[in-house]
């Protein structure tokens, strides 16, 4: 299957600085990557789309202006936590939508853990 | 509103049995319904996948039923192993809203040696 690649695996950041999560489609090209935050043992939940050289579709109750996406190019979409709390601490995993696959399947990243001291 | 109701939230099998997860959703729009097996600190990896054009499909052990009256589908682990212990997601998409994902609450399976 298709490879979808984050960095960093996790992260470990003081409260008040910014984190940027990098979300890559490896081998084939992206026009719609998702972003999604998940608790433990809990399934997950979308933040947020992003769509290539468009600005990102927030899902209700998530800060735009707190959760910076970027879709620069076709395999390249980026996360950054401003001003990051204690509570930002989670599991982020981006997908990537091939768009040549069928019926626009979502392959996963390996996820980030971020935890804010 | 949960559009994609999932059970059992967890399910211990005996390796070799089957196991069996549950899903069913309301939406008659949705046209694509995945499974994804996740393994602790990792991410989603897709399992297989199906449309409403067909009742069944299987790929070695996995097997996804469809039953499009009932609105309901399953995913069935056939001579199921220890390594298969992980949390099971299904999913339900409509290509007419951009191929959002509405995710289940997931599985959590252990299968006993």
């Known amino acids: 299957g298709a490879v979808v690649s984050q960095h960093p695996s996790r992260v470990i950041c003081k409260s008040g600085t910014s984190v940027k999560i990098e979300c890559r489609s490896l081998?084939?090209?992206?026009?719609?990557m998702f972003w999604y935050r998940q608790f433990p043992k809990q399934s997950l939940m979308l933040m947020a789309t992003s769509n290539e050289g468009s600005k990102a579709t927030y899902e209700q109750g998530v800060e735009k202006d707190k959760f910076l996406i970027n879709h620069a190019s076709l395999t390249l979409s980026t996360l950054t936590v401003t001003s990051a709390h204690p509570e930002d601490s989670s599991f982020y995993i981006c997908?990537?939508?091939?768009?040549?696959?069928?019926?626009?399947?979502?392959?996963f990243g390996p996820g980030t853990r971020l935890l804010v001291l | 509103q949960q559009q994609v109701k999932q059970s059992p939230q967890s399910l211990i099998v005996q390796k070799g049995g089957i196991s069996i997860i549950n899903c069913a959703y309301e939406?008659?729009?949705?046209?694509?319904f995945p499974w994804y097996q996740q393994f602790p600190g990792k991410g989603p990896a897709l399992l297989i996948a199906i449309r409403p054009d067909v009742s069944e499909k299987k790929e070695g052990r996995f097997t996804i039923s469809f039953n499009k009256s009932a609105k309901q589908f399953s995913l069935h682990i056939m001579d199921s192993q220890p390594g298969d212990s992980a949390t099971y997601f299904c999913?339900?998409?409509?290509?007419?809203?951009?191929?959002?994902?509405?995710f289940g609450t997931g599985t959590s399976l252990t299968v006993i040696p």
């Open positions: 999913a339900a998409s409509s290509s007419n809203t951009g191929n959002q994902f509405y």
């Open positions: 081998d084939f090209q992206a026009t719609t």
């Open positions: 939406n008659t729009a949705f046209d694509y």
């Open positions: 997908s990537a939508r091939e768009e040549a696959g069928p019926w626009g399947t979502q392959y």
